[in-house]
């Protein structure tokens, strides 16, 4: 059981590129979530999604957008990258019945 | 609004030596609280959580913690710790009821380095 894949590991963005950072779990939980790690901040909601086919924007949304067509992946598009969005970024997911939420290894990126 | 204050930002100690990693949270409605671990270069992992019940929760690597509802508090502790707990901690809550349901609320974090 792999649990939360996210892809890439680390990326190099120039600025105003547009970028996706994937997501895929395999338990089946129904909530995903997208955060992001910045020193001194600890991590921050940006996106999360309680079920497939709807989101809903998280404490800082902007310059993100996720969709969530199935159940098993929850992308993060930055659509003109700045360097305020370097990075690490987790991917988490949790089921209805659950309060625990279980993160992926995370997406370092760095917007140049 | 939730908020989560962790009071050090890191924590140096002896191996063998007992710590205490502080939080405080605010929230105007019932929470549920954790504690993650970060080891380097990794994701996070669930340390331990309070959901309800026996407000003294422990984990299956000697950490425990204790939901003081008057004082707001989940602080974080361990009789005696290994080189292998260096890590950074995070306290985190959780509600039912607000616009981010389940959603966590992180604190900033705390680095453990324990020294030999």
């Known amino acids: 059981i792999a649990g939360i894949t996210q892809a890439p590991t680390s990326q190099i963005l120039a600025a105003g590129r547009r970028m996706t950072l994937r997501c895929t779990q395999d338990?089946?939980?129904?909530?995903m979530y997208w955060y992001r790690q910045d020193l001194g901040l600890g991590l921050r909601l940006i996106h999360y999604?309680?079920?497939?086919?709807?989101?809903g924007k998280g404490e800082v949304p902007d310059g993100y957008s996720v969709s969530r067509a199935n159940t098993d992946d929850f992308p993060l598009t930055l659509a003109s990258a700045v360097p305020s969005q370097t990075s690490v970024y987790f991917c988490?997911?949790?089921?209805?019945?659950?309060?625990?939420?279980?993160f992926g290894p995370g997406t370092r990126l760095t917007v140049l | 609004a939730q908020s989560v204050t962790q009071l050090d930002s890191q924590v140096p100690v002896f191996e063998e030596a007992p710590v205490e990693l502080r939080c405080n949270y605010s929230s105007s409605v019932s929470v549920y609280l954790f504690w993650y671990v970060q080891y380097p270069n990794q994701g996070l992992q669930l340390l331990l959580k309070y959901l309800s019940g026996s407000t003294l929760v422990k984990s299956i690597n000697g950490f425990e913690a204790e939901f003081n509802k008057s004082q707001t508090s989940f602080h974080l502790r361990k009789p005696s710790v290994h080189i292998s707990d260096t890590a950074e901690y995070f306290c985190?809550?959780?509600?039912?009821?607000?616009?981010?349901?389940?959603?966590?609320?992180f604190g900033s974090g705390t680095r453990l380095q324990v020294q030999p």
């Open positions: 999604s309680n079920t497939a086919g709807t989101t």
């Open positions: 338990m089946r939980h129904n909530a």
């Open positions: 985190a809550v959780s509600d039912d009821v607000t616009v981010f349901r389940r959603a966590l609320t």
């Open positions: 988490a997911s949790s089921d209805s019945l659950m309060h625990e939420q279980f």
